[in-house]
């Protein structure tokens, strides 16, 4: 089997700049108290090694009683960011800068009275940071969403930053074509858009598709559907295990990986499909 990876994939600038924070938490820190709010990023084996070294990821601040919080990559809203000052609890932002650009876009124009329209999974913690800033927002995430939302102008559209681009941009027209005065910024994360395009790019060479990255990676979950809808068989895995048994059949496959997703997780699923 002859394996071809896509031009771009794996890990994003902004997961690389949360990791790096946290090892540089743990270095300067020994022996203190380290947890992220949420998992640091969406990938299972990550956590979990992270979990081992100390570092334990809570669903909220009034988990943590002293030490030191990571802030993840995806970011929080306005009320946690100010629990970050209590006592005996110091904060570590690890936001994406893209993110926090978006979140002071959004709570800027929120703040002169505009209207904000927010494309994107209503569900992901991301979105649910931004819509912090701009309580008054409303979510969309289809087309269909789109075409009965109702925004008072004027207004502004954002995206959640690893959403689709082409879907942000299908659903934008709509927004636009309803809203005449709406502002449509461009939000979304070049990495994002750069991975999908070198994956319908690898599509074009091989048989077959693996997408690694964590299940609960919902930029690994659109990668997985950008794959399918190349038409070729794909498949998502978090690792070497999850590869389908049948997958030798093939002569050439190609892989992929989302944002989340190190170097040393793709490196083993390309040497299990070669080995096949």
């Not at 505009?114 to 649910?128: F, K, L, Q, T």
């Not at 990495?191 to 077959?208: G, N």
């Not at 389908?244 to 040497?271: H, K, L, N, Y």
Request: with cysteine; hydrophobic share 40%.
């Amino acid at each position: 089997m002859t394996v071809i990876r896509a031009s771009t994939l794996g890990t994003c600038r902004g997961v690389q700049r949360a990791l790096a924070i946290v090892e540089q938490t743990l270095a300067e820190h020994p022996g203190e108290p380290v947890y992220t709010l949420g998992p640091l990023i969406h990938n299972p084996r990550v956590v979990e090694e992270y979990r081992r070294r100390g570092v334990v990821p809570v669903g909220s601040l009034s988990d943590v009683e002293r030490g030191i919080v990571v802030i993840r990559a995806h970011g929080i809203g306005p009320d946690e960011r100010r629990q970050c000052g209590r006592e005996g609890v110091t904060c570590v932002d690890a936001t994406c800068p893209d993110v926090l650009r978006v979140q002071e876009l959004v709570r800027d124009r929120a703040a002169r009275g505009d209207g904000v329209v927010i494309v994107g999974d209503p569900s992901h913690v991301e979105v649910r940071g931004i819509r912090g800033y701009a309580p008054a927002s409303v979510v969309v995430s289809t087309e269909a969403e789109a075409e009965s939302v109702a925004v008072a102008e004027p207004c502004i559209a954002v995206g959640q930053t690893t959403f689709p681009r082409d879907r942000y941009l299908r659903i934008a027209a709509i927004l636009r074509r309803r809203i005449p005065g709406l502002e449509v910024h461009e939000t979304s994360c070049p990495a994002t858009e750069r991975r999908q395009q070198s994956l319908v790019e690898l599509a074009r060479k091989v048989e077959a598709i693996v997408v690694v990255g964590g299940k609960e990676s919902a930029n690994t979950r659109w990668l997985h559907q950008v794959a399918v809808a190349t038409g070729r068989p794909a498949w998502h895995v978090e690792g070497a295990d999850d590869l389908p048994p049948d997958i030798g059949r093939f002569r050439t496959v190609g892989v992929s990986a989302g944002a989340s997703t190190p170097e040393i997780i793709i490196a083993e699923v390309e040497a299990a499909l070669a080995a096949r």
